[in-house]
């Protein structure tokens, strides 16, 4: 959703509640490029489609992901703009 720049959606995940355990599900692109950024595809920017999200180091990204509590807010929303 955040390369895309809201273009495509993110699909809403669902699981089955363990009381004993906690799940977390993440969907990521297979071994991304550590240098890069994560952000809105530059050839979607432009002044009628302006960026919804925030750029990010994909380092940074993948560090916020991880060490966020599971408050029910998904780590698209923090990307927001």
Same mark, same amino acid.
């Given at each position: /959703?955040?390369?895309?720049? +809201? /273009?495509? @959606?993110?699909?809403?995940? @669902?699981?089955?509640?363990?009381?004993?355990?906690? @799940?977390?599900?993440?969907?990521?692109?297979?071994?991304?490029?550590? =240098? +890069?950024?994560? +952000?809105?595809?530059?050839?979607?920017?432009?002044?009628?489609?302006?960026?919804?999200?925030?750029?990010? +180091?994909?380092? =940074?990204?993948? &560090?916020?992901?991880?060490? @966020? &509590?599971? =408050?029910? &807010?998904?780590?698209? =929303?923090? /990307?927001?703009?």
């Amino acid at each position: /959703m955040i390369i895309t720049n +809201g /273009m495509y @959606r993110s699909i809403e995940h @669902r699981a089955t509640v363990n009381a004993q355990k906690e @799940r977390l599900s993440i969907a990521t692109f297979y071994s991304p490029n550590q =240098d +890069g950024v994560v +952000g809105p595809a530059s050839s979607l920017i432009n002044e009628e489609t302006p960026p919804r999200f925030n750029s990010i +180091g994909v380092k =940074d990204y993948f &560090k916020g992901l991880f060490s @966020r &509590k599971l =408050d029910g &807010k998904s780590y698209v =929303d923090v /990307m927001r703009k």
